[in-house]
Nanobody, 125 residues
Framework: QVQLVESGGGLVQAGGSLRLSCAAS????????MAWFRQAPGKEREFVAA????????RYADSVKGRFTISRDNAKNTLYLQMNSLKPEDTALYYC??????????????????WGQGTQVTVSS
């Protein structure tokens, strides 16, 4: 199985940028579909973005399309999320997720078998 560790969260003003990273270990990284989810206090975990094995296929939630970019570096076993034009409503705990059996870029929590512990992103107005 794969182990996932997120980093890069923090406090930023509205309109600012952050880049999240997710370091993977324990298995062949490029066999996994990878995704980012987020969860705000009192809300359900929601899909943010997903990326296929090669990095050429991506999928985004409508709420982040045009502002966030998901990417991966298979040589470094690392997943990224570049977040620009951040809004206060982007404040959440951001999770990295992975699955080896998905044939599509899943957007549901139950599509992914492996999860990191999360990194907090706080956007002030």
């Amino acid at each position: 199985q794969v182990q996932l560790v997120e980093s890069g969260g923090g406090l930023v003003q509205a309109g600012g940028s952050l880049r999240l990273s997710c370091a993977a270990s324990g298995h062949t990284f490029n066999n996994y579909v990878m995704a980012w989810f987020r969860q705000a206090p009192g809300k359900e975990r929601e899909f943010v973005a997903a990326i296929g094995w090669t990095g050429f296929s991506t999928r985004y939630a409508d709420s982040v399309k045009g502002r966030f970019t998901i990417s991966r570096d298979n040589a470094k076993n690392t997943l990224y999320l570049q977040m620009n034009s951040l809004k206060p409503e982007d404040t959440a705990l951001y999770y990295c997720a992975a699955d080896r059996t998905l044939g599509v870029l899943g957007n549901r929590v139950n599509h992914y078998a492996y999860w990191g512990q999360g990194t907090q992103v706080t956007v002030s107005s």
